[in-house]
């Protein structure tokens, strides 16, 4: 596809809202799903950390 114009180019020959749709999307949810597992693992970490601290206090 060949665009004159910068404008063409972010109207995609009509189908802007969706091929921009979909790159907002895809963007959204890598942003949401990093989020998600740098918090988990933050959980995780300080489970673990509250467990080896209450093992070693009930030696």
């Known amino acids: 596809m060949q665009w004159n114009s910068v404008s063409d180019f972010f109207a995609m020959?009509?189908?802007?809202?969706?091929?921009?749709?979909?790159?907002g999307l895809t963007?959204?949810?890598m942003?949401?799903?990093s989020l998600l597992i740098r918090h988990q693992r933050?959980?995780?970490?300080?489970q673990l950390r509250n467990e080896l601290v209450s093992e070693s206090t009930s030696l």
């Not at 020959?13 to 790159?23: M, P, Q, T």
């Not at 933050?42 to 300080?46: A, C, K, Y």
């Open 13 to 23: 020959g009509g189908y802007a809202f969706y091929v921009w749709g979909c790159f």
């Open 27 to 29: 963007a959204v949810v």
């Open 31 to 33: 942003v949401g799903e």
């Open 42 to 46: 933050t959980e995780l970490i300080s």
